[in-house]
Antibody
């Protein structure tokens, strides 16, 4: 069974940093585009960013609210994806999900494997 | 950025009913629209991609249509396991966005 398991969440003070990890099992992420998505309390889902596969350049794109503060990286040898978060603010409080893209006919994709999420709370 | 809206925010239904959920994009996104089902405590599950294409293993009582920037998810012959929150996601722009969700409840 394909699974993603996030870890590293916790309580952090405003201005602080945190690094989230995502471990894939049941499949190799080598050729996959991987995402981070978050959901703030009582709010909808918000895409954080995406990293392409290494053989497609490993390009990373970020949502505007986190650009310049968050960094997504991957280690295919460990089947892991990471989210380094800096300058954290109260608005970053959320459950963070690691998500895999599935492609169809090289044209369409969906976000087909989701982890259960890890909670980040930014508070003094 | 493409904004996604959904209606209704919640709907009450019974087993056997037909439920229709609408999602609208603020800009044209062709047919790059996905639908997901989300139950409490579980990861979201893909239902439809490309506006109308059923993801593998999804029952045929789920269907999706597109008309301009309006997208519709229809669930016919509602089953007990279909009570959940449904949300759309545009897959057109690099910066992905989600609808706020529609809760289907008894």
């Amino acid at each position: 069974e394909r699974q993603l398991v996030e870890s590293g969440g916790g309580l952090v003070r405003p201005g602080g940093s945190l690094r989230l990890s995502c471990e894939a099992s049941g499949f190799r992420i080598t050729n996959d585009w991987m995402n981070w998505v978050r959901q703030s309390p009582g709010k909808g889902l918000e895409w954080v960013g995406r990293i392409k596969s290494e053989n497609e350049g490993g390009t990373v794109d970020y949502a505007a609210p986190v650009k310049g503060r968050f960094i997504i990286s991957r280690d295919d040898s460990k089947n892991m994806v990471y989210l380094q978060m800096t300058s954290l603010q109260a608005d970053d409080t959320a459950v963070y999900f690691c998500v895999r893209d599935e492609w169809y006919d090289d044209q369409y994709y969906s976000m087909d494997v989701w982890g259960h999420g890890t909670t980040v709370t930014v508070s003094s | 950025d493409v904004q996604m809206t959904q209606s209704p925010s919640s709907v009450s239904a019974s087993v056997g009913d037909t439920v229709t959920i609408t999602c609208r994009s603020s800009l044209p996104i062709n047919d790059f629209l996905n639908w997901y089902q989300h139950k409490p405590g579980k990861p979201p599950k893909v239902l439809i991609y490309g506006a109308s294409k059923l993801h593998s293993g999804v029952p045929s009582r789920f269907s999706g249509t597109k008309s301009g920037t309006k997208f519709t998810l229809t669930i016919t012959r509602l089953q007990r396991e279909d009570f959940a929150t449904y949300f759309c996601q545009q897959a057109f722009s690099i910066s992905r966005s989600f609808g706020p969700g529609t809760k289907v409840e008894i």
